[in-house]
């Protein structure tokens, strides 16, 4: 078997244990001022955000049940902001983990590389760093959604979307048809609009993503910190942990480079491969690889950075539009972000009869967005490749990082910070630093 961060939740399904929140679903039929296609955390944080500035919203999902696959994930302060703004943020808390550091070491001989101090990310940017389990995540937007009365319909597959007559229209696998003034396509890294806009493929990264998240007991005796996000870099792989759930479960995420895909073989990522990925790192992550899931596996794929989004009344938003890799931990976060931005619109462009002037709203969102998360998706391919570097490089790039300050900030305000609204308000980027 084989799991594949481009194969749909739907797929995954089979195997994978999905978290379903049970999920109360409306069904009025009236005509709706927005339709989101997709019920992941994208379509679901843009329906909480998009009712919170009084839009009518109805979300479409292919899976039958609203739930979300996988463990942990970390969001920074440039989601928790947006969290506290849509008065989430203590449920989010209560739900999560704040942890008080962030680590890196070298995963071979464990030496410490980088090491900051999260407390001081909240003094910094004014909102916490945490980890959160991602159907947690997903629930707390599903929940928001059915308080603020999105109308919300599973087992419907969106096959094609159009415009007419100054609205947009989305056509299901059964053949009904739904249309509003504006269709919001969230339907992942296989968005069926997407190839309105642009004519592209998923980019295979060789790399592959183990999870597991299992009762904090069973790493108890692993050499663990509850308390930080650790992440250990190696040649061709890296290894993640941190505590999940009020510290009650422990995650942990292992990627490595595939040999098999480097050789074109379609059977890649199996276990024995991550087996052989790990040979030679660290006590801390021999004693972590036991603990994976090896029944399930994600390869990574992102796709290239678009400047467009729109197609008239259609708007790509989450991995629709940015799917990275997730070495900057903000997939989830840019598509909470998206929401949120074209909802700050809304509010801006609303004419005197109350009405929304979408085209305003729409060249706004357009206009701030693919740039920033441009930057997102080319960075996080950097990064990946400074973290998975070999022989005399990766020497190279330790010496670096142990002169870096991390609490010089100049690395993470571009991306930590208030999230823009325009294009003026996107903060300038670091200088690169070379290595060797
Ligand atoms: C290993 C790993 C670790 C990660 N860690 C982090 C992290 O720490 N922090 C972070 O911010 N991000 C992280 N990410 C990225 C993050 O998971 C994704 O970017 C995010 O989940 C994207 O959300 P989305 O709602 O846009 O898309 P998806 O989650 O793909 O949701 C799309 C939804 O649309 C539905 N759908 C698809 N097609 C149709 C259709 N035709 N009709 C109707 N419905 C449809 C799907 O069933 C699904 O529910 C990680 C990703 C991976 C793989």
């Keep these: 078997m084989s799991n594949d961060a481009a194969v749909s939740n739907e797929e995954m399904d089979v195997n994978a244990r999905r978290e379903v929140t049970?999920?109360?679903?409306?069904?009025?039929?009236?005509?709706?001022?927005?339709?989101?296609?997709?019920?992941?955390?994208?379509?679901l944080s843009a329906a909480t955000a998009l009712t919170q500035k009084g839009l009518t919203?109805?979300?479409?999902?292919?899976?039958?049940?609203?739930?979300?696959?996988?463990?942990?994930?970390?969001?920074?302060s440039n989601?928790?902001?947006?969290?506290?703004?849509?008065?989430?943020?203590?449920?989010?808390?209560?739900?999560?983990?704040?942890?008080?550091?962030?680590?890196?070491r070298d995963a071979i001989d464990a030496r410490p590389l980088l090491d900051m101090d999260l407390r001081k990310v909240e003094e910094r940017y004014g909102h916490p760093y945490m980890v959160i389990h991602r159907s947690d995540l997903h629930g707390i937007f599903l929940r928001a959604a059915q308080r603020q009365g999105v109308e919300l319909r599973g087992g419907m597959k969106a096959v094609a979307y159009d415009n007419v007559d100054g609205s947009a229209r989305v056509t299901f696998e059964d053949g009904s048809t739904d249309?509003?003034?504006v269709v919001i396509a969230a339907d992942g890294i296989h968005s069926v609009a997407r190839p309105s806009i642009v004519q592209d493929e998923p980019v295979s990264s060789a790399y592959v993503a183990y999870r597991g998240a299992v009762p904090i007991e069973l790493a108890a005796e692993n050499d663990i910190d509850p308390t930080a996000v650790q992440v250990y870099v190696g040649p061709g792989c890296h290894f993640v942990q941190y505590a999940l759930r009020a510290g009650e479960m422990f995650n942990q995420v292992a990627v490595f480079e595939s040999p098999k895909a480097l050789a074109g073989q379609d059977d890649w990522g199996t276990p024995d491969e991550m087996d052989a990925a790990f040979e030679g790192t660290c006590d801390q992550v021999q004693k972590g690889l036991p603990l994976m899931w090896r029944d399930?596996?994600?390869?990574?794929?992102?796709?290239?950075?678009?400047?467009?989004?729109?197609?008239?009344r259609i708007a790509l938003l989450g991995d629709a539009a940015h799917p990275p890799l997730q070495y900057m931990a903000q997939g989830a976060i840019m598509a909470i972000e998206d929401g949120w931005v074209m909802a700050q619109h809304v509010e801006r462009n609303r004419t005197g009869d109350g009405k929304v002037d979408w085209d305003a709203v729409l060249a706004a969102y357009n206009?701030?967005?693919?740039?920033?998360?441009?930057?997102?998706?080319?960075?996080?391919?950097?990064?990946?490749?400074?973290?998975?570097?070999?022989?005399?490089?990766?020497?190279?790039?330790?010496?670096?990082?142990?002169?870096?300050?991390?609490?010089?900030w100049k690395f993470t305000d571009w991306v930590w910070g208030p999230t823009a609204l325009f294009p003026g308000d996107e903060p300038a980027m670091y200088q690169p630093i070379p290595i060797g």
């Excluded at 399930?296 to 008239?312: E, K, Q, V």
């Excluded at 990064?383 to 990082?401: D, K, Y």
Aim: glycine share 12%; proline share 2%.
């Design 22 to 43: 049970e999920v109360r679903e409306f069904t009025s039929g009236e005509r709706v001022e927005v339709i989101i296609i997709g019920g992941g955390i994208g379509g």
């Design 179 to 181: 249309e509003a003034d």
């Design 57 to 76: 919203v109805r979300v479409y999902e292919r899976a039958r049940e609203f739930g979300e696959v996988g463990a942990g994930m970390q969001i920074a």
């Design 296 to 312: 399930r596996w994600w390869r990574m794929f992102d796709r290239d950075p678009i400047m467009n989004w729109l197609n008239g």
């Design 79 to 104: 989601c928790t902001r947006i969290l506290d703004d849509l008065g989430l943020l203590d449920e989010a808390k209560s739900l999560g983990v704040v942890p008080d550091r962030m680590t890196m």
């Design 367 to 408: 206009a701030v967005r693919p740039e920033h998360c441009r930057r997102i998706l080319s960075t996080g391919r950097v990064w990946g490749e400074l973290w998975h570097l070999r022989g005399e490089e990766r020497l190279a790039r330790n010496e670096v990082f142990d002169d870096l300050d991390v609490h010089e």
